[in-house]
């Protein structure tokens, strides 16, 4: 619990991500909620396998772009850090996220579309603060990292899969 209490402040763009606790638990069950979220996403999306295979994909390339930013940054160290302090926003945001994807999906509400694109920004936003700070570079460059970080995360999952499912 007083992980769950040292990364929150994150959610609203407070805290140092490098001053947060190291924990090797807290990062597992940080990714197995967000595997969780993003199977539960997904499989309301598409069918049994798909849906599987493609939120382990997102998972791979997840916890990939991060290892692979830090290791040419030579800050690998810092690895639990980071990927917590990402998949806990992430997680945060999805938990608000959830019953908005329901929303936009059974009434196609142009309110319902604003808020998830306010869902999407925060976290792009989140992301990008969390890469500043990590990376010590500037919120320019941490918005390109943090966009590239989706790009690759979520369109190189579906686009894997669907080569792969065809």
């Known amino acids: ?3 769950f209490k040292a990364y929150l402040p994150l959610c609203w763009f407070n805290n140092e991500v490098l001053r947060l606790p190291q924990s090797a638990p807290f ?3 940080n990714l197995l909620f967000y595997f969780a979220v993003m ?3 997904q499989f309301n999306m598409s069918d049994d ?6 939120v382990i994909l997102e998972t791979l390339l997840t916890l990939g772009f991060i290892a692979g930013i830090l290791l ?7 690895f ?3 990927c917590s302090a ?14 908005v994807v329901f929303w936009v999906t059974t009434t196609e509400s142009l309110f319902s579309y604003l808020i998830l694109a306010f869902l999407m920004i925060w976290v792009i936003l989140l992301i990008a603060r969390i890469f500043r700070q990590v990376l010590f570079i500037n919120t320019a460059a941490a918005m ?5 970080y989706f790009v690759i995360t979520y369109a190189g999952a579906y686009a894997i899969d669907s080569l792969v499912a065809g």
């Open 1 to 3: 619990m007083n992980n």
């Open 27 to 29: 990062l597992k069950n």
């Open 39 to 41: 199977f539960f996403i």
């Open 49 to 54: 396998i798909e849906a599987i295979f493609e």
């Open 72 to 78: 040419l940054n030579k800050s690998y160290d810092n």
């Open 80 to 82: 639990s850090q980071v």
């Open 86 to 99: 990402i998949l806990f926003t992430q997680n945060a945001i999805s938990v608000l996220m959830v019953p």
């Open 144 to 148: 390109v990292v943090a966009l590239s």
